[in-house]
């Protein structure tokens, strides 16, 4: 999978509830009412009411991609972070302790 590569799967998961899956849930959730309000759908209930079947597939929708979102975000820190401190263990030369 190019999104995902198989290398991540040592990470462990993130937590269910994480901000880019609040975050996207909630634009998700947002988008079905404006696309309620947008086509007149809420014309004899109040709006929030009409097409909850969509605002609740938006939301699940919005914090799938939230959570996949998440993984990815943290396999790249990751990845960076490996890099990084790889660099730094073949060349102490460049860091050295400021005491020393």
């Known amino acids: 999978m190019v ?4 290398e991540s799967r040592s990470l ?3 937590p269910i509830v994480n901000r880019a899956s609040v975050w996207l849930s909630l634009t998700g959730w947002v ?3 404006l696309d309620n309000g947008y086509n007149h759908r809420p014309s004899a209930i109040p ?5 909850v079947h969509r605002q609740v ?9 939230g959570y996949h979102l998440a993984k990815r975000t ?7 972070d490996r890099e ?3 660099y730094i263990r073949h060349h102490p030369e460049d860091f050295k302790k400021a005491g020393i």
């Open 3 to 6: 999104f995902l590569p198989d």
């Open 12 to 14: 462990p998961p993130p």
């Open 31 to 33: 988008a079905a009412l």
């Open 47 to 51: 709006a929030p009411a009409a097409g």
């Open 57 to 65: 597939l938006f939301a699940t929708v919005g914090w799938f991609v």
């Open 74 to 80: 943290d396999y790249i820190h990751a990845k960076l």
């Open 84 to 86: 990084l401190f790889e």
